[in-house]
């Protein structure tokens, strides 16, 4: 390189330096992790556009361009798939909006960590590791309403970090602009919690508790939209809904978990049951059929595909009837039951394969077939004119080559628990949150940091409670929040009288003795 050269990179250099440093401090962070993460975003995004599918996502696609709009799944989802056919004929515009989310609340929650004393070098290294790691990575260009309860739920934890970090200050009774902001931000992660998932308000109402016990003198507030978001989610499940015309679910889906919980119970102990019950679900299926394949309780579609679904739908009172005698006659074996669904939640290592109990992980290839939609003139999705926009078209084919066998070695049964399994990162995250606040125990942090662990411990009960089978994508939010828990480590090797970084983003400016309270 000659002299030239050099002068004029010294020259570029010097212009973004003196760029960068007018750019305010406290938002020096949030801009580079939102750059770095959605940089990398979108390569994952160029490597697999216009995304990554699933069964339901054609199901998506075939709902909203058929007319066929059914609330088995997140209506507010599947408008935004629609929009995104409405205004480009293809499903590229959401997927991109996601990664676009993704890096703007990993930016975010780097801002909330900042409050709690994390140095910026140590939360943007985590976010890029979300960003960077195939499960958590790929999740944000999957064309799945998972995917947005999944930052849902990651913006709900940032929230909650953000006013948590405000009590210890002292300043939680403060009702001022950013304490506005703040709320607002939480109930949109309450409201998406609520509405992308169907059944998912029990995230919220579970999470609630431990909320209420951190932020003390913001329980009003807290309670208040905790009741907004379920209020919002009956009334358009129940009223809105039925009242547009938007078709309700098959009977049976909603009394899929009691179904299975009574093939469980026949398989373990069929003389429990009475000549009555018997006769009840002899209708609905053949009792081999009931103590076998139907009584595995690692997977709910083991039962229902031994069942006849439209006899359930006839006869589900008297099914209902025969499931709460098997509760008060044997309260442990459907407790059993629900434990075993909702292992994904709980249990680091996968259960057994050969009863579907192993990691249920999506594939990233998108087969011609469409998953068995378009797999003939009959199907359903044989003749739709968006066929051509649902297959992989790489924007560039070399980060395909990368890209797909990265994703694919993720999936090694070796490196799932690490990858995939939320319940290693729910228990690191109760691990690490419990030794800051007994390293803060002086400073009556115990009960503030409850808060930050109120959103994972939401997620894994509203599994427990109803979960089909394990399936990785109900827990990929443990995944992400406990990555972004991590940073907190770094709080316990802190020197005491340190002070904190620059002033968190739209924070009103903090008195020395407030930037001292976060102090170890």
């Known amino acids: 390189m000659n002299a030239a050269s050099r002068f004029r990179g010294a020259g570029v250099a010097s212009v973004v330096t003196g760029r960068l440093r007018r750019v305010p401090a406290r938002l020096r962070l949030p801009l580079a992790v939102f750059a770095a993460c959605q940089t990398i975003y979108l390569l994952w995004w160029a490597a697999f ?30 408008s935004l798939v629609w929009l995104s056919l409405e205004v480009s004929g293809d499903l590229w515009p959401l997927t991109l909006l996601q990664t676009v989310a993704a890096s703007a609340i990993l930016a975010y929650t780097c801002v909330a960590l900042r409050d709690l004393g994390v140095r910026g ?33 990651l913006l709900a934890f940032a929230a909650t ?42 995230v919220v109402l579970a999470a609630l508790p431990l909320l209420l016990l951190a932020l003390r003198k913001m329980r009003l507030w807290i309670t208040g939209l905790a009741a907004m978001a379920t ?18 679910p098959d009977i049976t889906s909603y009394y899929a978990f009691n179904y299975a919980d009574i093939a469980v119970a026949y398989g373990t102990s069929p003389s429990s049951f009475t ?35 439209k006899a359930a739908a006839r006869l589900n009172s008297q099914l209902m009837h025969v499931w709460w005698e098997v509760v008060q006659r044997s309260p442990g074996t459907v407790a059993h039951a629900h434990l075993c669904r909702s292992q994904i939640a709980w249990g680091i290592w996968p259960g057994p394969a050969a009863l ?66 939320g319940a290693f990162w729910s228990y690191a995250s109760y691990l690490v949150v419990g030794l800051v606040a007994l390293r803060r125990r002086g400073a009556g942090a115990v009960v503030p940091l409850l808060g930050l662990v109120s959103i994972v411990f939401g997620i894994q009960v509203s599994i427990m409670i109803a979960n089909p089978a394990p399936l990785t994508r109900y827990m990929l939010p443990a995944v992400m929040i406990g990555i972004m828990t991590l940073p907190l480590l770094s709080l316990l090797r802190r020197p005491r009288g340190r002070q904190r970084p620059p002033e ?8 020395p003795r407030e930037r001292s309270v976060l102090a170890p």
Request: charge should be positive; charged fraction near 15%; hydrophobic fraction near 50%.
């Open 49 to 78: 556009f216009p995304g990554l599918m699933s069964y339901d996502s054609i199901t998506y696609v075939w709902e909203v361009t058929t007319n066929h709009w059914i609330s088995d799944h997140s209506i507010l989802y599947d």
């Open 121 to 153: 070098r140590w939360s943007a290294a985590a976010a890029l590791a979300v960003a960077l790691l195939p499960s958590t990575g790929t999740f944000t260009e999957f064309v799945w309403k998972d995917a947005a309860f999944t930052l849902s739920t």
């Open 161 to 202: 970090a953000r006013l948590v970090a405000r009590r210890m200050r002292g300043r939680e009774a403060v009702r001022d602009r950013w304490f506005y902001q703040q709320m607002a931000l939480l109930a949109a992660g309450f409201i998406g919690i609520a509405l992308f998932r169907n059944s998912s308000i029990t």
């Open 231 to 248: 209020a919002l989610y009956l009334v358009l499940n129940f009223a809105v809904y039925p009242a547009v015309g938007i078709a309700s």
């Open 275 to 309: 000549a009555a019950d018997k006769a009840v679900m002899r209708q609905v299926a053949p009792l081999k059929a009931w103590g076998g394949r139907a009584a595995n309780c690692w997977d709910v579609d083991w039962t229902m595909h031994a069942l006849d679904r």
């Open 356 to 421: 579907n109990g192993d990691t249920l992980i999506v594939g990233s290839n998108i087969p011609a077939d469409l998953f068995g939609q378009a797999a003939d003139s009959h199907s359903r999705m044989a003749h739709s004119q968006y066929r051509p926009v649902l297959r992989p078209r790489p924007l560039v084919q070399a980060l395909h080559t990368v890209a797909r066998p990265l994703y694919r070695k993720s999936r090694l049964p070796q490196l799932q628990w690490l990858v995939w399994r």
């Open 504 to 511: 968190p983003l739209t924070a009103p400016a903090a008195t």
